[in-house]
């Protein structure tokens, strides 16, 4: 048996000589130098859909969506943090307008960035369409026949058996067969192919570009989401209103709210006492129960970081925690004209935590007049002590809370009509109530401690009760599923178009003009690599013990001309 050879990929004369054999191992269009065309308005259309739908320039415009995502996440966006770009706009009085011509503060939904989207959408499916139906094509066909010249493909290998060319032919076709190539008799030789998956795979992987691209639109258009501070003991409604705050796609409408409620019963925090992490958060846990739609039963459940609550297509996530203590107010007269709790923000990772407390109705001053008091607060879960000399928490839970109060008096501006934050104090209208120096009236106060106003106005009382807070975000996003499910595709669909190789593989048997008969067998890939004259080695090996070897020809004698070898049985 002689030894498989391998050569080059076949020049251009080489392909032609090939014919079919060659061709069709792939569904990926060729590259033609463009030919203006001279058709007018139709032959230019023809032209820019050909170059759009070209692989290239799909490439390049998912390389423009990857270069045009970059300045949204590194500049602030309108979509996601209003406070951020308005602090962005005060520090930059120049480069501001700039990105706003540019559509730089919105990103996602800018017309530039839409174009290149749109493009890539229709440019993957003018390329995906057509070569699926090639594809489609080549299945339900048969691998093409033999080449007239074996010896030209780039793995290459014969001999010559006593075994009938029938023989060999029916023992190459179940060898392939049972290779799981796709094989047949076609003429004088057996044509098999394998590695199919290689172009499912590519197909798949785009494809799978086009649902993640839908599913990225879809997601966008109609998502919402929206975040609540709820304190231990209350409860939330998935309504519009209430939230604190809430953004929605362009598509999305209130009737989209998925209907659920439920309530924070209990939240328990755990960090770490010693070592280098110490006041690290180990467990953030919160106990719910909630139920579904207008009158469904109650259920329990506990939600962490991470691990959602799902209810249909939202998803409640624990996003943060903090502090609200229990504040109890009196007028003059002992009278209770505010009690609750009032939730902190916190301003560190030990949870040094600030707000204000607001008394908008009820109180009257000590002349009987009717009066709004507020509060500036700031808590600590655990003092450091006067030493210290800064209100700064020492560790994030509550071994040494302490509540630091400053008090005014006047108008709030509540009714104003403006829109206020429950955590500020507008200050433009009240004053501040005096200690006996004359300076702002303030005062350290631990759990079960009051603090009495100055001139009979009233006290203010820190409650052994400290409750706990809880910040959940309801996020909607219907094409999340999809989304992955077309990154898993796209991923196995990529690993198959690199690894997994199309090659054929001819295996011809013919007498000779001595009678005895020619087995050649060649095989050719997809592209250049050591695998297919591997395979045709060994596959060769078993067909060579199936119809051995017959002896080599007696040299030529000139008087008996027919002994002369068959052309293409000569060893390669």
Known sequence: MSDTTTDDTPRTGDDQDLGAAGSQLSTAPKEELPNLPSLGVIGWARWFWRQLTSMRVALLLLLLL????????LIPQTGIDETKVADFREKHDILAPIYDKLGLFNVYSSVWFSAIYILLFISLIGCIVPRTWQFVGQLRGRPPGAPKRLTRLPAYTTWRTESEPEQVREAALALLNKRRFRAHLAGDAVAAEKGYLREVGNLAFHIALIVMLIAFAWGQLFKSEGNKLIVEGHGFSNTLPQYDDFKSGNLFSNDDLEPFSFDLKNFKGT?????????????????????????????????KVNEPLEIGDAKVYLVSHGYAPVVTVRDGKGKIVFQDAVPLLPLDANVTSSGVVKILDGYRNPEGKKEQLGFQAFFVPTFGGSATGTMLSQFPALD????ALNAYHGDLKADSGIPQSVYQMDKTKMKEFKDAKGELFKKLLTPGETMKLPNGAGS????????????????????????????????????????IQRRRVWVRAVRGADGVTVVEMAGLGRSESAKVPEELGDLAEILYDRAPGAPDPEPSDPANPQAVPAEGAEKQ
Do not use: C, H
């Open 400 to 403: 040494y809370p302490v509540l």
């Open 66 to 73: 990857s270069l045009g995502a970059i300045p949204g996440s």
């Open 460 to 499: 203010v009382t820190f409650e052994k009760d400290i409750k706990e807070w809880a910040g959940f975000q309801v996020v909607q996003e219907p094409g999340g599923g999809w989304a992955l499910g077309g990154a898993v595709v796209a991923i196995g669909g990529l690993a198959a178009s690199l690894f």
């Open 271 to 303: 960090y770490e006492r010693t070592g280098p992490n110490k006041g690290t958060p180990r467990t953030y846990e919160a106990d719910l129960t909630y139920s579904e739609g207008a009158y469904g039963p109650e259920k329990k459940t506990t939600v």
